[in-house]
């Protein structure tokens, strides 16, 4: 199963929501994620660009984005982003395949 780092920011309206009446979001976005095959690491409230942080394991790219739709649909959310997180191994064997991809930059000197 894949990770994904979930950020979100809370409109206005969704904050007052919230002071009104204080509960845990954590139990209703896991029970989200696991119609959709996945499960919830861990979430965490924040201040600054993003007020909620999560880490959520999912099946696919195609769940992750469906997740995601699915939060941005509701309205509550003024912003969600979702990032695919790779395990160290997997980065390091990106890196390898990037050594031998054969990628030449624009600025690469071009032979005659």
């Known amino acids: 199963?894949?990770?994904?780092?979930?950020?979100?920011?809370?409109?206005?309206?969704?904050?007052a929501s919230l002071v009104k009446n204080p509960h845990d979001r954590a139990e209703?976005?896991?029970?989200?994620?696991?119609?959709?095959?996945?499960?919830?690491?861990r979430f965490w409230m924040s201040f600054g660009e993003y007020d909620v942080v999560g880490v959520a394991e999912l099946p696919n790219n195609v769940?992750?984005?469906?997740?995601?739709?699915?939060?941005?649909?509701?309205?509550?959310?003024?912003n969600v982003k979702t990032t695919p997180l790779l395990t160290t191994q997997e980065g390091l064997e990106a890196l390898k395949q990037a050594a031998t991809?054969?990628?030449?930059?624009?600025?690469?000197?071009?032979?005659?």
């Open 63 to 78: 769940a992750a984005a469906a997740f995601a739709m699915a939060v941005a649909a509701g309205g509550a959310c003024r």
């Open 101 to 112: 991809s054969g990628y030449k930059p624009v600025t690469a000197a071009a032979t005659a």
């Open 28 to 41: 209703v976005v896991g029970t989200a994620v696991q119609k959709l095959g996945g499960r919830i690491e």
């Open 1 to 15: 199963m894949a990770s994904y780092l979930i950020q979100v920011s809370y409109t206005p309206e969704a904050w």
